[in-house]
């Protein structure tokens, strides 16, 4: 669901958030997406950047040639000319094999005088460890923004699931594993490097979403793996096949499914 | 000690997530480049505490900003915020810890030429690129620096628009983009407050304590829904270069110039752009107050702070 009235924070003097809704819903991603397209089509020389998150779009501007209720009247403005998401929308599906309940993402979760999170994870939905990798792998996942760090991911769960929702870190980490894969609210993150990070960990996948040298022949015309508006489907692995495809990672085959999504399908799950 | 390249930075990219980066004290990196009428984003050397020792290969000019390290050229002093020629063979010594401050910043005439990464040469080390090899300086790099036919530079500076620094550290904000989240008594007392910052402190974040915050109890379920069910927790959405993140009512985070682009924390406000390189000269253990402002003042300071600089 969208707003009928968008909420627009001030960030400081050179960027708004705009919220225009708050039920994390596809259709609502899509309106930000289409929003976030519509905006740099229009090429308006105070803007800076756009960061589009599943409920919330940034807006970075130039504070010395726009103040904020300049730039806030201009948002209107765009709103106002109507947003329209396409019926379909080109989407693609990423297979990514996980190691779930993974040593290395254990033996960080240590480091930060944390228990493996995914018992957190299972206390905080009343459910056993077992059956939160099991409610993470059957669903596919839609690909809201790849802007935490170059590779990252932050995606949600589409169709007909069971939802995990879980706390973040209350003192987030200095450091988390490459290729962690975790869970913070109802949104599931893949950390692309040695980063900070705030979500709880429950797997870590041994190939790379990222590849600026293209070392693997697959990153040779885009040297990142997903982007916002593809899907993602988890394959459980072992540590066997973990070992295996990390040792083989510049020469691993994606399979990725060209196709598109209709938000009007997933509308009333 | 670390010495990174920097330049103003990288804009543009944060969908991909790729951050600012540049120089953490861009008001300094400014003026060392005006002073040797460089283009303003000409690159730099930012020096982190100091105990650098640079030996030049050719003649050059060079100009050294930021936190003092009294540096010297063999041995002896040279100024800070003047042009400094210096001749084949010369050794420059930045010796440091700066009394205020941490970093420095030296430019080169021309400026220095390392590969471009998304429009800039900023050094952004989370990913290794940009700036020397992805990389900070190590013994025995050799830079070199853009030819230049223009050796004329700033002799008769205006000594009064050079930026000094003053301790405890003042520092201006905006109050957002969570403060509804937090207690009445909370946002009123911020500016009273005098934040300690810890030893994780550097171009990703700066870690502050030593004060408490506290949130509002939270009615809004659908956003806990979505972000999380600790009171810090929120959807997450673009993180402002400067953003005040509260993780635990113990804890501030200011988000710095190689920070992520997008966070799930609530942030109490955001330091104006006239004031967010102050952050890049806080050392831990350091004491900052933040006042909270309106944007009529925020933006004031900006302008005030370019005309400065265009007197220099």
Request: glycine share 10%; with cysteine; proline share 6%.
């Amino acid at each position: 669901m969208v707003f009928k009235e968008p909420i627009i924070l001030k960030g400081g003097d050179s960027n708004i958030t705009i919220k225009f809704g708050d039920d994390g819903s596809l259709h609502l991603n899509l309106y930000i997406l289409t929003f976030e397209k519509i905006t740099k089509s229009r090429k308006p020389e105070w803007l800076v950047d756009t960061t589009a998150l599943r409920t919330t779009i940034m807006l970075t501007f130039d504070p010395l040639r726009i103040q904020i209720d300049g730039v806030i009247a201009a948002v209107e403005e765009i709103i106002a000319d109507g947003i329209s998401v396409p019926d379909e929308y080109p989407s693609r599906i990423v297979h990514l094999p996980v190691f779930y309940n993974d040593p290395l993402t254990r033996e960080c979760a240590k480091c930060f005088d944390m228990p493996p999170n995914l018992e957190v994870m299972a206390k905080e939905n009343c459910t056993s460890v077992d059956e939160i990798i099991r409610r993470h792998e059957a669903p596919e996942y839609f690909v809201s923004y790849t802007s935490f760090m170059f590779g990252s991911v932050g995606a949600f769960p589409i169709g007909k699931y069971k939802n995990i929702k879980n706390s973040k870190y209350k003192t987030p980490r200095t450091w988390t594993p490459p290729g962690t894969v975790g869970i913070g609210g109802s949104t599931t993150a893949i950390y692309s490097m040695k980063s900070p990070g705030g979500v709880m960990m429950l797997g870590n996948i041994p190939v790379k979403t990222y590849d600026i040298d293209a070392k693997n022949k697959h990153f040779e015309d885009d040297n990142l793996l997903v982007h916002p508006g593809d899907r993602i489907k988890f394959h459980s692995i072992d540590g066997n096949q973990y070992e295996r495809l990390k040792s083989q990672r510049d020469s691993y085959s994606y399979k990725i499914e060209n196709s598109h999504i209709e938000w009007q399908a997933y509308a009333s799950m | 000690m670390l010495c990174t390249i920097q330049d103003l930075g990288r804009k543009g990219y944060h969908s991909i997530g790729i951050p600012n980066s540049g120089a953490f004290d861009q008001i300094s990196f400014k003026y060392g480049n005006a002073i040797l009428k460089n283009n303003a984003n000409d690159a730099g050397i930012e020096v982190l505490w100091g105990g650098l020792r640079l030996v030049s290969m050719e003649d050059t000019i060079i100009a050294i900003t930021g936190a003092d390290m009294q540096p010297k050229l063999d041995d002896a002093a040279v100024p800070m915020w003047r042009p400094i020629p210096v001749k084949k063979g010369q050794v420059l010594t930045l010796k440091g810890p700066p009394e205020i401050g941490v970093r420095a910043y030296i430019s080169f005439a021309g400026g220095i030429d390392v590969p471009d990464f998304y429009g800039s040469r900023s050094t952004y080390l989370l990913l290794g690129r940009g700036g020397y090899e992805g990389r900070k300086l190590e013994k025995g790099d050799i830079l070199s620096s853009f030819a230049t036919a223009n050796w004329t530079v700033l002799e008769n500076m205006n000594q009064y628009v050079i930026p000094t620094f003053s301790y405890p550290w003042r520092v201006r904000i905006l109050l957002g983009l969570q403060k509804d989240l937090f207690d009445a008594q909370t946002i009123q007392n911020f500016g009273d407050k005098k934040w300690t910052v810890t030893d994780k402190a550097n171009r990703v974040g700066l870690r502050l304590g030593g004060q408490e915050v506290k949130y509002q109890i939270r009615d809004n379920l659908i956003d806990s829904e979505i972000g999380g069910i600790n009171p810090s927790n929120i959807p997450t959405e673009g993180n402002p270069m400067g953003a005040i993140q509260c993780p635990s009512e113990t804890e501030l985070i200011v988000i710095g110039p190689d920070g992520p682009c997008e966070g799930g924390y609530a942030k109490i406000g955001t330091i104006i752009t006239a004031d967010f390189h102050l952050l890049g000269q806080v050392k831990p253990g350091d004491d900052i107050f933040f006042k909270p402002i309106d944007y009529s003042e925020a933006y004031r300071a900006l302008h005030d702070q370019k005309e400065k600089l265009s007197y220099i």
